[in-house]
T-cell receptor
Framework: EPEVTQTPSHQVTQMGQEVILRCVPI?????FYWYRQILGQKVEFLVS????????KSEIFDDQFSVERPDGSNFTLKIRSTKLEDSAMYFC?????????????FGSGTQLSVL | GQNIDQPTEMTATEGAIVQINCTYQ??????LFWYQQHAGEAPTFLSY????GLEEKGRFSSFLSRSKGYSYLLLKELQMKDSASYLC?????????????FGTGTLLAVQP
């Protein structure tokens, strides 16, 4: 079965540094998402991306965050100046055409630790 | 606003049946999803309901009542490997995306 791949699986960074999390969505999918999950908490929506632009973002997704699809396959999340509270598992997801029964396929996540 | 409620934890015995409930209040509704998440891993899709009634898929079934804002996931013939978090997620109406909003998840422990 096709899958969403994420790299790296773990990322350790110092507070204030920039990080880029990378994702390769499923090739024929059209919608791409980033979610995060702080340890012991729920999976939270950050941003969705369609047709080369952000289609929706949550209040968590402030000016420190940005997303990009630099080529036909990669989808990245950049955190400009990391804070301690950015420590979380970050999941990339993708889904197909715009029908309501399209499930999201999740990648295995990047565990980000900000020290 | 969006609110999705599930019990925090449940315990069940191997071979038994367990029902995990979910209630939701969302602005619009375009489907309810159940995902399974093992510790440290990605959520994986289990089931989807958009119309009222029961959807059966092997050992897993999911039920939806839209008028009550209620769903449950039924797991039969429990196995030890079913120990995981079960996440209820709703696709709301409006907006420009197909995003899902997740509940806090129910941590199920299956005991021998």
């Amino acid at each position: 079965e096709p899958e969403v791949t994420q790299t790296p699986s773990h990322q350790v960074t110092q507070m204030g540094q920039e990080v880029i999390l990378r994702c390769v969505p499923i090739s024929n999918h059209l919608y791409f998402y980033w979610y995060r999950q702080i340890l012991g908490q729920k999976v939270e929506f950050l941003v969705s991306f369609y047709n080369n632009e952000i289609s929706e973002k949550s209040e968590i997704f402030d000016d420190q965050f940005s997303v990009e699809r630099p080529d036909g396959s990669n989808f990245t999340l950049k955190i400009r100046s990391t804070k301690l509270e950015d420590s979380a598992m970050y999941f990339c997801a993708s889904s197909g055409v715009s029908t309501t029964n399209e499930k999201l396929f999740f990648g295995s996540g990047t565990q980000l630790s900000v020290l | 606003g969006q609110n999705i409620d599930q019990p925090t934890e449940m315990t069940a015995t191997e071979g038994a049946i367990v029902q995990i409930n979910c209630t939701y209040q969302t602005s619009g509704f375009n489907g309810l999803f159940w995902y399974q998440q093992h510790a440290g891993e990605a959520p994986t899709f289990l089931s989807y309901n958009v119309l009222d009634g029961l959807e059966e898929k092997g050992r897993f079934s999911s039920f939806l009542s839209r008028s009550k804002g209620y769903s449950y996931l039924l797991l039969k013939e429990l196995q030890m490997k079913d120990s995981a978090s079960y996440l209820c997620a709703v696709r709301g109406g409006g907006g420009a995306t197909n995003k899902l909003i997740f509940g806090t998840g129910t941590l199920l422990a299956v005991q021998p």
